[in-house]
Each structure stands twice: as C-alpha cells, then as structure tokens.
C-alpha cells in the first residue's frame, strides 16, 4: 500500500501528559499537512511543509504543538502537557506540485484525553 | 469564521432516490475538492474541480463548480446504501491549506 500511512491510530493519554504522532507521506508528494477534526465537524488546518520547511501555522497550533519534518520525509506532530480540549482526531495529508493539487489523506490518529 | 457552508447537513433517504448536495461560499476557490469520510477513517478523495463551470461525472456522481468558483455540487443519482458517509467539500488556494466545509452526513437505507 502506497498511501499515507499514521501511527497509531488510536491514543489514550492522561491529561497532563505528551503524546507524539508520525505520518509518513505518500513517497514522492513534497508536501505534507496536519489537520485536526472534532466530531462533527469538518477537518481543520493545523500546518503543512513543503519538503522540510514548515510554510505556514494555524493559530489553532499553540505553543504546546510541535511539528516536524526532519527530512523532508515522514513528519511528527507532538502535543506537550495535553488538556481533555485536544481530544480530536488528527489527519495528516499529503500532496505533489501540479494542477489541484489534490490532498491525499491518512486514516487518522483518534486521541483521547482522559 | 467558517467559509465554507454545506446544505443540507443531513439528509435521509431511501435506495434508489436522487440527491444534491450544496456547497456555497463567499470567498474564490482555485481548485474545490469533495471527500467521503467514514467514521473512524480518514476522507477519501473523490474528486477535484478546478475549472469554473466544470462538471465532472463519476459514475453515478455529478460534481459542478460555479463559474465564480466560490461554489460547487454533488449530484447523486439512483443513491444506494454503499454511498452513507459523511461528504466534505474542500476549497483550495493553490497549494496551501484546504478549508472545509461544514460537512453533509447522508444515510442511504436499503
């Protein structure tokens, strides 16, 4: 399967505590977007790379968020100190230069802040 | 602000019935994209409009752009109950952040 793959996909975490997210892109797509969805809603952009640069941040994305794409490759998202309020599922995407440039996205990570 | 609104948010129908689904907005899109999600799973790309006034056919699936490209349709024709999921439609500015619609829940009973 060559699609955006996430781990894990589910995450059951005390308040208070961090948690750590990957996506691995689909292998020859340069960028890469987080997106967070609570239910009911449609997904929300957190933040995208291009290659390794990270472009551009949601002010939904406070400072104890943090992503990264090392390599230009697989990227992770890290919730430090998390509050029941960052209980969501997040979606990671991933898309190649060109016309549409059509966003292809992973199964999710489903966190749960107990 | 959400700038995409999507109408109607749920809708229920039997097999075999027609449906649309709106999705309008203030803002030009370049590109507007429409998903199928189910739960517990990631959307899944079902089309990309790109052009204003395109109308894309895929199977029993009508997508149209506006020709302002600020807004577009899903059609379904003949719906059965493999088609129940929750559609998002999703408007792009070149190749940065998709917004999304509010989303359309649509349950298709045998």
């Known amino acids: 399967d060559t699609g955006v793959s996430q781990d894990p996909r589910h995450k059951i975490t005390k308040r208070g505590q961090n948690v750590t997210f990957r996506c691995d892109p689909i292998s020859e797509h340069n960028r890469l977007y987080w997106y967070r969805q609570t239910l009911g809603q449609g997904p929300e952009f957190l933040t995208y790379f291009q290659n390794e640069a990270q472009l551009e941040k949601s002010r939904l994305l406070s400072d104890r968020f943090s992503a990264e794409r090392p390599k230009g490759s697989f990227s992770t998202l890290e919730i430090q100190r998390t509050e029941q309020g960052d209980s969501a599922m997040y979606l990671c995407?991933?898309?190649?230069?060109?016309?549409?440039?059509?966003?292809?996205f992973g199964p999710g990570t489903r966190l749960t802040v107990t | 602000t959400q700038l995409l609104e999507q109408s109607p948010q749920f809708l229920s129908i039997q097999e075999g019935e027609n449906l649309t689904v709106y999705c309008n907005s203030s803002s030009v899109f370049s590109s507007l994209q429409w998903y199928r999600q189910e739960p517990g799973e990631g959307p899944v790309l079902l089309v990309t409009v790109v052009t204003g006034g395109e109308v894309k056919k895929l199977k029993r699936l009508t997508f149209q752009f506006g020709d302002a490209r600020k807004d577009s349709s899903l059609h379904i024709t003949a719906a059965q109950p493999g088609d129940t999921g929750l559609y998002l439609c999703a408007g792009a500015r070149g190749f940065q952040k998709l917004v999304f619609g509010t989303g359309t829940r649509l349950l298709v009973s045998p």
């Open positions: 995407a991933s898309s190649f230069d060109g016309i549409g440039g059509e966003q292809y």
